[in-house]
């Protein structure tokens, strides 16, 4: 009965973490781009430009962090018949994650956005599997 309670906190905690991480980095994509149309050189602009992208890539570590353990709980307490989606789709998941961090280090908006992409389809795949878990 614990392990049933610990596995729906970990999905609600996977959805709600994965959903605000995704819609911070739509939400970053969004201002990069806005910047780069105006392409003004100003020393703050790029100042604020720096912490932004450091700040960022600390959230998406974090988050991400904290999404391959609650992950892994599930993974660990699912029915072995799901274990082998789960894993599957978890590890595509988490590889888009990864991707993410790896654009974000480069600061690619371009690259940004299509693993962004990656990530919400992959996620959106996630979750439907996590919500047939018992």
Aim: charged share 30%; hydrophobic share 40%.
């Amino acid at each position: 009965m614990d392990s049933m309670k610990s596995t729906k906190g970990s999905v609600q905690r996977i959805k709600q973490c994965a959903n605000d991480l995704m819609v911070l980095m739509e939400e970053e994509i969004v201002v990069h781009k806005e910047e780069e149309e105006e392409e003004e050189e100003e020393e703050v602009k790029e100042e604020d430009g720096e912490i932004c992208w450091d700040l960022m890539g600390r959230d998406l570590i974090l988050k991400s962090t904290f999404l391959f353990c609650d992950l892994t709980n599930v993974l660990s307490n699912a029915p072995l018949h799901h274990k082998a989606n789960l894993t599957l789709l978890a590890n595509n998941f988490l590889f888009y994650i990864d991707e993410l961090g790896q654009t974000v280090k480069k600061r690619s908006i371009t690259g940004m956005k299509i693993c962004h992409q990656d990530a919400a389809l992959a996620l959106n795949q996630l979750m439907d599997a996590l919500m047939l878990l018992p």
